[in-house]
């Protein structure tokens, strides 16, 4: 799956996941901070969410809290994350 | 009298052999043996995960593990006293727990609690009925309430135990505490990434998280003048005690331990003791990365740089949740008759973040007083300060007036308005015709959708009522003296039910961790507190039909000791299709007339400097105990509760009473209603269909349908326990 597809679809899994269906889809860029309040404003038990929703998705494992940090600093970097290290 | 109270009695069961005895040998080896694979159930995801499984406990004739491992515990506390005693109106039942015996019950809320054969079971959903069996056991027939706040219940129920003893409302209390492994706790804890990979290490610079543990433990406390009348001496004395909350994030607690920190202090306070009186400190040190950084904190907050050695029991036992309160109490007590500091199991290198130390080694020494605290999901505080032996002497402290300013009632329909209340009403609201939910879009309109997407159905109803409650009120009484209590029958049972599903379902493939958060019974009251500010008590109680009763009789005790100024005070029961077939199993004919329908309803009550409005009514009194079978003593017992109230018999305009069962508690009805002269029967689940939660409409339904005057809110509940409550519309 290309890079920028991958983005879109994942945009699409978070908003089904986190039950984001009246954000405003111009608020959430690919490089949006997921995790600050001058972003979406996530907290840590969506990051939890997140973690299955990764996992089921697309096979890939979160088990590190702190790795969690880095690996959802924008939906960009989710994709990135995602791209190297599946399987 | 010394009205202090004194704990009697101890029983235990943990993954350590041989009761208390048994649990403190290993406590003071550091041992933790007892932490092995769990073999509770197959679980494809946390099977290898290690758990403190509790041993000891197959003898007990209880249908769940919960119930069979606390009264191997309760058998134990009852060998050392004279048990015959606890056979009173005066002794009550205090049970904290977070799931109860919810665990044999997972499969039946797979299936819709259809075919799911054994209803006696089935009844263990609901975390009350432990504490109706406990009880029924002994023969204690005062109070008997269950307080659910996840990790901290069995230390709000020591708390609550507490107050009522120095408040004269019971002689003594069976203070019990009980959590199981269940699929529920460890796919939650799980979800969260919360279990460590091997053992906990409390405090250590590597720790990684919990071990869960199942528990029970039992405490007789009573006033002290009193323990000789149950055949004991006091093995130590309860000398202070506080709660309190975060109101700061729905599971991760306060990082600098602000609210952990304001707990100790009102212990401390309540104890009149300086901090360096403090021997010993024994933590909720569940080895998470924030709990132990933000307790720490804490410590650092309160005892400056003398912080006192400190030490956790959770690298022995894991964390028994709900239990865990009651387990390090008890511990505490045992550390004081056997003089020991003992090692924190698990913890090996100073985490540099922390730079402090717990206990190294157990080491042999005369210690006087032990602190010892809860941390509970919510950031839900309770601690309490332990005593071999104090001088103190404690009056009685007797009750304060209790005004209720604000009310705020939510029931499903357009068509509900104060006036279905008036009589000669000729709209055409009928509960049977509403819907069953409340339309959630139509509140809490001036939240953003991205704030409440987290929210379940119960906690936005809680929320709308608590908001209602409080409109147009000039509060004066500080949001740090403002205290939380809601009752509730079920708690959040369809997030419950959502999260159960999908874990079975998914075969563990797919926790959902927003629904395992929520699904703490104390998800209503944690969300107000967190909304409003409020940062005294914050507790969940439940106790089948007469929940809303218990959390206001539990407000009333915080505000009498001082500890609170006025509480927001509450009960909320959702309609779902779990709860309908539940109840349908339960009491069918019953919810065949009045089918289940969301309810909630709050009101803001303190005492008469807490708010600068006028009051709307005023709370007499309160009473609970076993029914009697012979109408004239129960008639005689609410006499008497009128006069205490001075209240005379023609002065009570209605009888309040939330849902009648069967023929037998109509016929009740009829002759206590007559006997009290009572101008008429108001049956609540008329208005608001069945629900766990109907007796919390009593006083808006008076306020409507009769301006002012007395009243009595009679509730003959499904277990046979009677709450009464006298009230007057000012």
């Known amino acids: 799956m290309e890079r920028q597809e991958l983005i879109s679809e994942l945009k699409t899994n978070i908003i089904n996941t986190l039950n984001l269906q009246d954000l405003e889809p111009g608020v959430f860029g690919d490089d949006t901070p997921m995790f600050s309040d001058d972003g979406l404003g996530f907290d840590s038990v969506d990051a939890l969410e997140l973690v299955v929703m990764v996992e089921n998705s697309y096979g890939v494992t979160i088990g590190d809290k702190d790795e969690a940090k880095n690996i959802f600093a924008s939906v960009s970097a989710l994709a990135d994350y995602i791209l190297a290290n599946r399987k | 009298m010394n009205f202090s109270p004194a704990v009697i009695s101890t029983g235990l069961r943990t993954c350590a052999s041989g009761g208390v005895e048994g649990a403190c040998a290993w406590v003071a080896e550091a041992k933790s043996d007892g932490l092995v694979k769990l073999g509770v159930f197959e679980s494809p995801r946390y099977g290898g995960k290690l758990v403190g499984q509790a041993k000891d406990f197959n003898r007990g004739k209880n249908p769940v593990r919960c119930g069979k491992i606390l009264m191997a515990a309760l058998d134990e506390a009852l060998s050392k006293i004279n048990a015959e005693k606890l056979r009173s109106d005066r002794v009550g039942v205090f049970f904290g727990t977070s799931i109860g015996g919810i665990f044999e019950t997972e499969n039946a809320i797979v299936s819709n609690f259809n075919g799911c054969g054994d209803i006696s079971a089935l009844s263990y959903y609901e975390c009350s009925t432990l504490a109706e069996f406990v009880a029924k056991r002994t023969g204690a027939s005062g109070a008997c309430m269950t307080f659910s706040t996840a990790c901290s219940s069995s230390s709000l129920a020591i708390a609550a135990a507490c107050d009522a003893i120095e408040q004269g409302r019971l002689d003594a209390v069976l203070v019990c505490g009980a959590d199981a492994l269940s699929r529920i706790t460890v796919n939650g804890f799980g979800s969260l990434l919360l279990l460590s990979k091997g053992k906990s290490k409390p405090f250590d610079a590597c720790r990684d998280g919990i071990n869960l543990g199942e528990a029970a433990g039992v405490m007789v406390l009573c006033a002290k003048s009193m323990s000789s009348e149950y055949g004991a001496k006091p093995l130590a004395e309860i000398v202070g005690w506080g709660s309190s909350a975060d109101a700061y994030h729905p599971t991760a607690p306060h990082p600098s331990g602000e609210g952990a920190a304001s707990a100790m202090r009102k212990g401390l306070q309540k104890a009149e003791l300086e901090t360096d009186r403090i021997s010993l400190y024994l933590s909720h040190g569940t080895g998470t990365a924030g709990n132990d950084s933000a307790e720490a904190s804490a410590l650092r907050k309160v005892f400056g740089s003398k912080i006192p050695p400190f030490t956790s029991i959770k690298g022995v036992f894991g964390h028994s949740l709900g239990a865990s309160g009651i387990l390090n109490a008890i511990i505490s007590v045992e550390t004081l008759r056997k003089s020991i500091i003992p090692k924190c199991a698990g913890f090996e290198a100073v985490d540099p973040a922390i730079g402090l130390s717990p206990a190294r080694e157990t080491v042999s020494k005369e210690i006087d007083c032990v602190l010892t605290s809860s941390l509970g999901f919510g950031g839900n505080n309770s601690c309490a300060v332990i005593s071999k032996s104090s001088s103190c002497c404690r009056k009685k402290v007797e009750n304060k007036r209790l005004y209720v300013y604000g009310c705020g009632v939510l029931v499903p329909g357009a068509k509900f308005c104060p006036q279905v209340f008036s009589h000669g009403y000729s709209g055409d609201f009928d509960i049977r015709t509403q819907p069953q939910k409340i339309e959630i879009s139509s509140i809490l309109k001036d939240v953003s959708p991205l704030k409440k997407r987290k929210w379940a159905r119960l906690q936005q109803i809680g929320l709308q009522c608590a908001a209602n409650a409080l409109e147009g009120l000039n509060m004066n009484c500080g949001m740090e003296k403002t205290a939380v209590c809601v009752g509730t029958g079920l708690g959040m049972v369809s997030e419950t039910a959502r999260f159960v599903e999908s874990t079975i379902a998914h075969n563990e493939a797919e926790p959902l961790p927003t629904a395992f958060t929520n699904s703490v019974h104390n998800a209503v009251s944690s969300l107000i507190s967190l909304k409003f500010g409020f940062k005294a008590l914050n507790s969940a109680v439940t106790a089948k039909e007469i929940s809303f009763e218990c959390a206001l009789w539990q407000a009333w005790g915080e505000i009498n000791s001082g500890a609170a100024s006025a509480a927001v005070i509450g009960s909320f029961d959702e309609y779902s299709a779990y709860a309908q077939k539940f109840m349908e199993s339960k ?78 508690i109509s016929a009740c009805l009829s002759a206590i209603s007559e006997a009290l002269g009572a101008a008429e029967i108001v049956r609540l689940d008329d208005f608001c269909g069945a629900s766990y939660s109907a007796s919390a409409l009593a006083i808006y339904a008076a306020k409507y349908r009769f301006g002012r005057g007395c009243h009595l809110l009679y509730s003959p509940a499904s277990t046979g326990m009677r709450g009464a409550t006298v009230f007057k519309i000012l």
């Open chain 2, 587 to 664: 009491h069918p004919e019953y919810v065949r007339e009045h089918p289940l329908r969301d309810f909630g309803a709050a009101y803001f009550a303190g005492g008469e400097a807490s708010c600068t409005n006028g009051p709307l009514a005023e709370i007499l009194g309160i009473d609970f105990g076993r029914r009697k079978k012979d109408v004239s003593a129960e008639i005689a017992l609410l006499e008497n509760l009128l006069e205490k109230c001075g209240v005379q018999k023609g002065e009570i305009g209605a009888v309040f009473v939330p849902c009648v069962l069967n023929d037998k």
